[in-house]
């Protein structure tokens, strides 16, 4: 097949179940999703020209993991997109197990994305390359073949190259394996974005304190916020710990202080970025306002995807909202970003309330996809708990100082849940999208991000426990 049939193949299947697709009562209103198939990574965030693109991991012909291909959005405001044609396939001998993920650069007014070829040979052995594409509009990409082989010292797990300028220099830093099981960051330096030498491991096992930690690191991303250096990466192979690291994969960062000459990365402890049960392999870029902005997968990998509601109608998965990022008090802080305010409608707002007791509605305060601002919480005793339609909840308990989220996981019909410690609750941030449920805790200080699949027709919201707050409430539809 020609690279054009790669791409007609992939626009026919989107264009024949786009009517399925959208009789899905789960489809979400407000988030990035495929247009058919299974989407994970979000790949390749840049405002260029002005523009915001996000290109995701995409299977067009199945709701299972597969052969890789870019798929891609545009928006001028982060909040109305429109569906691209797929930027790569994987139609190349070096790519031809998937274009895996990666990210973008503008560079003298072009746009290049950097992803990893991956290579399944007939043997069963795996290759990676890290590949370039080039455009000048943003649309169309010119596949320039790979620019970084494997280098010694590395498993063919390697991958998920992050590209930055800094100082007139160019800089990836690829997620790896060494021989030996570990997962690592490594970092490489570039004056063409051609030609590319590497710096050395900047973590991984052994480096700053890390034991084991994992026996692959995925999809790093490597930025500056506040005077720090901040290395995102998604570990896999942690073992549960505490209320940390219960999803299968993790994702979170670690802030320190990265000497480019030497590669020395000094950086403190690993701190998860999202509290719920389906956040990953999160990208950030920054914006022309200076925002630095991130995105992740709002889903999980899983070997067996079939029990999710959405596969009948043959797509799965979806991105987080856009998060902007601040560093406050060494702390990361995640906040919607405010252009979502545009997609508010219908206010409600219930000043001082006092609730005590079980179960309560309040007036007006239902739906499925909404947001919900909850402030000025105070004389919360006992506990305080929000059941979001019948499906998942959300418990305070200002004793132990635990904020958890509950939820029926549609595999196994089971209740469970995720828990964090925090200091005290002043705030809840709730977007309720039609499957989904994103909850800032204390303006952005901790994240819960978790699919759900209630009854479509419940709108319910009950409240309970011993508390005062004012709400306020806004239908999310963006009709
Ligand atoms: C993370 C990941 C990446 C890889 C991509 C393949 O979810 O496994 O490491 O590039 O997904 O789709």
Known sequence: MTEIDFFKKASEEAERNRHLVQQ???????????????????????????VYHVFYQWNPFDTAHGAKYWGHYTSRDLVHWKEEPVALAP??????????SGSAIEYEGKLYLFYTGNVKTEDGRRETYQCLAVSEDGIHFAKKGPVLELPERYTAHFRDPKVWEKDGHFYMVVGAQTPNQEGAAVLFASKDLYHWEEQGKIAGA??????????????????????????????????????????????????????????????GSFVELDRGFDFYAPQTFKDDSGRRILYGWMGMTDEDESSQPTVPYRWIHALTMPRVLEMINGRLIQKPVKELKKLRKDKMELQNMEISGESLQLDGL????????????????????????????????????????????????????????????????????????????NGG??????????????????????????VSMWNLEDK
Not at 458 to 468: P, R
């Open 24 to 50: 899905d009562p789960y489809r979400l209103k407000y988030h990035l999703m495929p247009p058919v198939g299974l989407l994970n990574d979000p790949n390749g965030l840049i405002q260029f020209n002005g």
């Open 91 to 100: 139609d190349q001998w070096y790519d031809r197990n998937g274009c895996y």
């Open 206 to 267: 052994s480096m700053n304190g890390l034991e084991d930690f994992g026996y692959m690191w995925e999809c790093p991303d490597l930025f500056e916020l506040d005077g720090q250096e901040i290395l995102l990466v998604s570990p896999q192979g942690l073992e549960p710990s505490g209320f940390e690291y219960h999803n299968l994969f993790q994702s979170g960062y670690f802030a320190g202080k990265l000497d480019y000459e030497k590669a020395i990365f000094k950086h």
């Open 366 to 441: 239902s739906g499925k996809t909404a947001e919900l601002m909850l402030e000025s919480l105070k004389n919360v005793r006992g506990m305080f708990k929000i059941d979001f339609r019948n499906e998942a909840s959300l418990t305070y308990n200002p004793d132990q100082k635990e904020i958890q989220l509950q939820r029926r996981n549609v595999k196994t019909g089971m209740q469970e849940s995720r828990t964090c410690k925090i200091s005290s609750l002043s705030e809840l941030h709730v977007f309720m999208d039609q499957s989904s449920l994103e909850i800032f805790i």
């Open 445 to 470: 200080e901790e994240v819960f991000t978790a699919r759900y699949f209630p009854d479509p027709e419940d709108e319910t919201i009950f409240f309970s426990g011993d508390a005062g707050f004012s």
